[in-house]
């Protein structure tokens, strides 16, 4: 989904009640995402490093702008485990078809005491953007079987101002390292409207669809 404005001032408020700060931080970035509030468009990766990170790593199956291909269905590489400071998921996790592994896959790679921010669609909005959404009670009832604190409140926020666009962002912080087992977390509720065309590396499923959308964003960058 990119970063915009309200992400961002989001994930400064949540740095900011966490006691972190961008500088010398390892961070952790699902999805390979672009800024979307400056002039231009840029990689986010050269965005935080320009704010100081120590470590940026992002993960995308499209394997741009230096992401590491990495298929958030399976278990993260060793190296990424306990890792990081700070986990962001910007519009990522409702793509990924095993929901247990990449929610374990941000526990896991997140430090004791580190963050990890999300912003994902909740139901009955981004009607065909991917396959998942997420209600505020299934970040409850998450934190709760996870023993996470909330960093901030959730916040329920507009994207482009429409009203169809909202989305729900949480800030979780990590208080011990053990994820709960696959049967407890499939008990918590998460709407699924089965659209697997929207998983996975799906930007290599529909080239034709993906190579016309990336001359229209050239247009206008």
């Not at 231009?40 to 050269?46: E, F, L």
Request: glycine share 8%.
């Amino acid at each position: 989904m990119g970063i915009g404005r309200e992400v961002h001032e989001f994930e400064e408020d949540a740095l900011k009640a966490a006691g972190l700060e961008w500088t010398g931080i390892r961070m952790c970035e699902l999805g390979n995402q672009k800024i979307k509030f400056l002039k231009h468009r840029i990689p986010a990766k050269k965005y935080y490093t320009g704010l100081g990170v120590k470590e940026h790593v992002s993960l995308d199956l499209n394997a741009k702008n230096g992401a590491r291909p990495v298929n958030l269905d399976k278990s993260i590489p060793q190296d990424l485990l306990n890792r990081f400071m700070l986990v962001t998921d910007y519009g990522t996790l409702e793509h990924v078809n095993n929901q247990y592994q990449v929610f374990r896959n941000m526990h896991d790679m997140c430090c004791i005491d580190g963050i990890m921010l999300h912003s994902l669609p909740p139901p009955g909005h981004w009607p065909g953007h991917g396959r998942y959404y997420y209600p505020e009670e299934f970040f409850e009832q998450l934190a709760r079987t996870c023993g996470y604190s909330f960093v901030i409140p959730m916040r329920r926020q507009a994207r482009d101002n429409r009203e169809e666009h909202d989305m729900l962002m949480v800030a979780f912080r990590k208080t011990k390292d053990n994820f709960p087992a696959r049967s407890a977390f499939h008990a918590l509720p998460i709407e699924d409207s089965g659209d697997m065309g929207t998983t996975g590396n799906y930007t290599q499923k529909n080239k034709p669809i993906g190579r016309i959308v990336e001359k229209i964003r050239s247009a206008f960058n």
